[in-house]
């Protein structure tokens, strides 16, 4: 539909002085699936600059901000590639989708984040840190994506296009986080404390 109305507006503009209008009841969604590329472009900066504010707002230490706006974008550029690579298109629901997946991303890094900030204070080394924080919150954040992912294993019982894009998205999203808050983010933070980076 989109070239279609392409191609009639196109004809249109070459008869503009008798004011030829084009019309179709699909042209809004063709108009909005037009603009997709343009809409991911601006909102999923914006999302990722909003949660880069939380982190500054609620964990006020550079390392532990800097680790979880890298895993923050890691997770979203890693759930943006997997779903290319499974053929999901660029639509109204999946951009939903992309979106939503930078918000639950955060929750996983911005827990290990800040425990692992609040652990500075104590004086211990930055591995005794890790210990500590994983100790004191990492099993209930596994918990946590566990219980996520499972409850959307219904879904599965009935196939449909937006039962599979929530789907995939928020598994990836839970996989990915565990990933990045169980090891990719300790790794980060201890190597960046070892050598003193960023402390206020």
Known sequence: MIPILAEWRSIAANYSDMEVTIYSERAPYADQADQMAQTLYTNV?????????????????????????????????????????????LDPLSLAALLMSI????????????????YTTVKLDPTERVEQTLSAIGWPTIQGGLATAFALWPSLLRYSYLGEVFLKTVELVIFLGLVHSMIVLPALLTTLSRFNIGRR
């Open 45 to 89: 900066p914006a999302s990722l600059v909003c949660m880069v504010v939380v982190c500054i707002i609620f964990i006020p230490n550079v390392i532990s901000i800097v680790c979880a706006i890298l895993s923050v974008i890691s997770i979203s550029f890693g759930v943006f590639g997997y779903l290319a690579l499974w053929g999901i298109d």
């Open 103 to 118: 918000g639950f991303s955060v929750d996983y890094t911005a827990h290990i984040s800040y425990h692992y900030y609040k």
